[in-house]
Nanobody, 126 residues
């Protein structure tokens, strides 16, 4: 069983940058695609970004494309989300997740992910 712990959230102003980190413990991190999702109050948990198990494919939600970058470091068992030009509508709890099945290309469906972190709050003030 993989455990995920996010960090790096906080309160920032519009236009600022922030980098989230997700540390994974347990087996099989390096053969699983990873993703970031976010959930605003009263809203569904939505896809933000995903990276394939090899790290050679990434995908992004339209709302963050060009501003966010997902990456992974398999030597350190970590996944990162670099966020630039933050907007108030980016305010949410951000969750890191790993796909249920190995060797994935990075899904946008939260039902394809089986391991989740506890989330980290990102608040962007205007």
């Amino acid at each position: 069983q993989v455990q995920l712990v996010e960090s790096g959230g906080g309160l920032v102003q519009a236009g600022d940058s922030l980098t989230l980190a997700c540390a994974a413990s347990g087996n099989a991190f390096s053969i699983r695609a990873a993703g970031w999702f976010r959930q605003a109050p009263g809203k569904d948990r939505l896809f933000v970004a995903a990276v394939s198990w090899r790290g050679d494919r990434t995908s992004y939600a339209d709302a963050v494309k060009g501003r966010f970058t997902i990456s992974r470091d398999d030597d350190k068992n970590m996944v990162f989300l670099q966020m630039h030009s933050l907007k108030p509508e980016d305010t949410a709890v951000y969750y890191c997740a790993l796909e249920k099945l190995p060797y994935g290309l990075g899904s946008e469906r939260n039902t394809d992910f089986g391991s989740w972190g506890q989330g980290t709050q990102v608040t962007v003030s205007s």
